[in-house]
């Protein structure tokens, strides 16, 4: 089955750009999804690429796909304090039944 | 519209006892999953079902653990007997269809003592 990977913890100074990593395994995913979860919150569908996409920009959120390495990536532009949250990989599966595969998530935390 | 709808928010309760979670779906959607979330295990799916029917439960951590879909509106999972390695907090998530998006409800934080 899928297996996605993310780096737990990462912290940035307050305007400084973020960039959060995920690699998985199943090169048939169609669709790749970030979602973010607030303290005390559920997730969040946050944005998504399509994989015959290279790169989707959507205001300070960049997304980047390298499909022959199976490597996402979040940029966040201008980190703000309430950015703070665990944001999650999460490739679809390639058929219509496969359900979403959640990484561990990557804990931002942004520093004023 | 209304999302995904878990409850209790919260729940305390001693060991041995038994828990019920519930959980109301987005109208429409066909897919529900069941997932614990803890520090050390990160995001966990315990099982997913697809039009009331579970598809996947080896997520699930043991026999003390079951779910139910009687109905596309609604579903519980219950633990009996509760421990205290049970403590985490339960999502419910629902989608149209399995590989779209999933939408979060704000999850049981659940503590056995």
């Known amino acids: 089955g899928e297996d996605v990977e993310q780096s737990l913890f990462l912290s940035v100074r307050e305007g400084d750009s973020s960039v959060i990593n995920c690699t998985y395994t199943?090169?048939?995913?169609?669709?790749l999804y970030w979602y973010k979860q607030e303290p005390g919150a559920g997730l969040q569908l946050l944005t998504y690429?399509?994989?015959?996409?290279d790169m989707k920009q959507d205001q300070r959120l960049t997304v980047l796909l390298n499909k022959k390495d199976k490597h996402l990536s979040l940029r966040i532009a201008d980190t703000q304090t309430g950015d703070s949250a665990i944001y999650f990989c999460a490739p679809s599966g390639g058929s219509g039944n496969t359900p979403l595969v959640f990484g561990k998530g990557t804990r931002l935390s942004v520093i004023a | 519209d209304a999302g995904v709808i878990q409850s209790p928010r919260h729940e305390v309760t001693e060991m041995g006892q038994e828990v019920t979670l519930r959980c109301k779906p987005i109208s429409g959607h066909n897919s529900l999953f069941w997932y614990r979330q803890t520090m050390m295990r990160g995001l966990e799916l315990l099982i997913y079902?697809?039009?009331?029917?579970?598809?996947?439960d080896s997520g699930m951590p043991e026999d003390r653990f079951s779910a139910k879909m009687p109905n596309a509106s609604f579903s519980t999972l219950k633990i009996q007997p509760s421990e205290p390695r049970d403590s985490a907090v339960y999502f419910c998530?629902?989608?149209?269809?399995?590989?779209?998006?999933?939408?979060f409800g704000d999850g049981t934080r659940l503590s056995i003592l």
């Open positions: 690429i399509f994989s015959n996409m």
């Open positions: 199943d090169s048939s995913s169609t669709y």
């Open positions: 998530a629902s989608s149209f269809p399995p590989d779209q998006p999933q939408h």
């Open positions: 079902f697809n039009n009331n029917v579970p598809i996947d």
